[in-house]
């Protein structure tokens, strides 16, 4: 496991800087050069290939007509027909109340934790020549600011203490929707919704990818100590501590990250709503005790870990990413192997596969989220 307060020094020894001091100007810190003989590949990915669900080595799944979705009760593994219209409840309703959004922003000066990284400009990632499942990549310093937004039901009493919710890559206009419906029609408890956005970039090297693709504990610990105490002080909302009243979401990275919220930090989140995860080696920098990354969820941590207490639900699509460049980079055979070591350990989960749809594919959420939503949070009952 990678320890939490390993992450400052490997952020120092990769990129020259140190977290515990505040930003200094990016001219003053030196950049990360990759090595020359190293050639420059862009982890090609031809046009995806359509999986069939029913290929060899993958779950035994209940293939329901087209438009039909499984019951919010129902364990298991299903496939969606290609057609995904959106459902009734991503709509806004007459009659249902609405909740208040309000929206700050964070910068990159204001934390402890991320201090803010960038990739080298007009870069790419570089097979290290000793080994080509690792990535060599040129990083610096770099500031950011990030949008939050918070969604307080109409029904929330001001004050009390309520269950929550907190995805990735927000602010998510759809997740407030979904909610103010689903509360209203007492499917879901009154709960907070905290949307926050990513440190900007993507993949490797870059302030998105180290918060979402790090296997660790450490984007938990950024949200609990510099997310949620900015959340209760500005709206007047208190969010429970109990684990059972606390879940995450998230697409691509962002459902890694979600669900290593609630791997590394049990004793924060019991639920995981994830689409399109990147159960795929992209963590950077390299950690030899997680030495695939995130692809270590199904490889070796969830089987080889006792049952945590989570209740997970998953999406992929038949489309969905595939790059070649090693063996640890496909989303479809990732989540796959997710939902085989989830039913092998006995966890709730509800895996869907998606036909005729791509990652994170809009219309397959806009189908399926208020189901996903009430799966996740079947079972939970204030204390």
């Known amino acids: 496991m990678l320890r939490l307060s390993s992450i400052p020094l490997l952020i120092r020894l990769m990129t020259g800087f140190d977290p515990a001091m505040a930003q200094p100007p990016v001219q003053q810190a030196p ?59 991503m709509s806004v309703k007459e009659g249902a109340p609405q909740g208040e959004i309000f929206e700050f922003t964070i910068a990159s000066k204001d934390s402890k934790i991320y201090p803010g990284i960038a990739r080298e400009p007009n870069t790419v990632a570089r097979p290290d020549p000793a080994d080509p499942t ?29 269950p929550f919710i907190v995805g990735a890559d927000g602010p998510d206009r759809t997740l407030f929707t979904a909610l103010d419906n689903l509360i209203a029609e007492k499917r879901v408890p009154v709960m907070i919704a905290v949307s926050i956005g990513n440190g900007s970039g993507d993949g490797q090297g870059s302030q998105r990818g ?19 105490p900015l959340v209760e002080k500005q709206y ?3 969010l429970t501590k109990d684990p059972e009243g606390r879940a995450t979401m998230g697409c691509s990275s962002g459902g890694s990250a979600a669900m290593a919220m609630a791997w590394y930090r049990t004793d924060l989140y019991h639920r ?42 998953m999406h992929v699509s038949d489309r969905d990413n595939l790059s070649t460049r090693d063996n640890y980079h496909d989303w479809v055979l990732a989540n796959q192997n997710m939902a085989k070591v ?5 966890y ?16 397959v959420k806009a189908q399926t989220l208020p189901l996903a939503l009430e799966y996740v949070w079947r079972g939970y009952s204030r204390k």
Request: aromatic share 10%; with cysteine; hydrophobic share 35%.
């Open 31 to 89: 950049a990360q050069q990759a090595p020359a003989q190293a050639p420059a590949v862009r982890g090609a990915r031809p046009p995806t290939p359509t999986r069939d669900p029913n290929t060899p080595g993958y779950v035994k799944a209940k293939e329901l007509p087209d438009g039909a979705l499984p019951s919010a009760k129902e364990d298991g593994n299903f496939i969606l027909g290609p057609t995904h219209s959106a459902a009734p409840e």
């Open 210 to 228: 180290l918060e979402y693709d790090t296997m660790s504990g450490l984007y938990a610990e950024f949200v609990e100590k510099e997310v949620l």
């Open 134 to 162: 690792k990535m060599i990549i040129g990083s610096h310093p770099a500031p950011y600011t990030r949008k939050v937004a918070v969604y307080v039901p109409k029904q929330y009493v001001p004050g009390t203490e309520a």
């Open 342 to 346: 989830l039913a092998a350990k006995g």
């Open 272 to 313: 995981v709503l994830s689409y399109s995860g990147t159960f795929v080696y992209q963590q950077w920098p390299y950690n030899p005790e997680t030495p695939h990354g995130a692809w270590g969820f199904h490889e070796t941590l969830i089987p080889n870990t006792p049952k945590k207490p989570l209740r997970i639900w």
């Open 236 to 238: 007047n909302v208190r």
């Open 348 to 363: 709730s989960y509800q895996f869907i596969f998606a036909k005729n749809a791509g990652h994170c594919d809009r219309g």
